[in-house]
């Protein structure tokens, strides 16, 4: 049963025995005996007395409950809250895996010795190019013209921080000297250290 329900039970209740008494009080002050009126009377007046209270209290309660019952009945009818929306999830921002970071940068090194772009060899290295990379990489740079550089998937093994990268790299080339159209491979040991978010080459050593 509601709560609307029960106190509208509450109510009917209190209004029937309102009315039943108030028969009953009627009833009491037109019944007369003949002997003894005075002591009659007196008896009726106290009945009455009686009654009056308890219909003065019921009909308290039966105003209480009336509007308790019209306070239940507004509740009802107002609309229930709705459960709160939940914001979508946001998706983490993807951060490449070392392996692909070290990728990119190895791909950026070559752009740099097919261009000879010094400049972008020293971003690649995060400073100064070390002397015996730099000897190596001029070299390359003054005895050939159309440099074309391809490197294979790299052998990366990341220790305490730091990434050694094992590159089989192929170098097409024309020999400044003689014109001669050549094609060497070489594997190049490279190492990287991560600063600042960002991998940097910090040495490579050819072995042909």
Not at 13 to 21: E, H, P, S
Not at 119 to 137: A, F, H, M, N, Q
Request: some cysteine.
């Amino acid at each position: 049963m509601g709560r609307t329900t029960l106190h509208r039970t509450q109510v009917t209740a209190l209004a029937l025995a309102i009315a039943t008494l108030g028969c009953g009080l009627s009833g009491c002050a037109a019944r007369a005996m003949p002997n003894d009126i005075k002591a009659e009377i007196a008896e009726l007046r106290e009945v009455e007395r009686d009654l009056r209270e308890e219909i003065a209290a019921l009909r308290s309660d039966l105003a209480r409950l009336t509007a308790a019952f019209e306070a239940a009945a507004a509740a009802d009818a107002l609309p229930q809250p709705q459960p709160p929306t939940e914001s979508p999830t946001q998706l983490p921002v993807a951060v490449p895996a070392p392996s692909a970071a070290i990728a990119a940068v190895l791909d950026d090194y070559r752009l740099a010795l097919e261009q000879e772009d010094l400049k972008s060899l020293r971003k690649i290295y995060g400073g100064e190019v070390p002397t015996d990379d730099l000897e190596y990489l001029t070299l390359w740079f003054d005895r050939t013209d159309e440099l074309d550089v391809s490197i294979a998937d790299p052998d990366i093994d990341f220790q305490n921080g730091n990434a050694l990268a094992v590159v089989r790299q192929t170098m097409t080339y024309v020999l400044a000297p003689t014109q001669q159209r050549r094609t060497m491979s070489v594997t190049v040991r490279m190492e990287f250290v991560r600063r600042n978010g960002e991998w940097r080459l910090t040495s490579m050593e050819p072995r042909h």
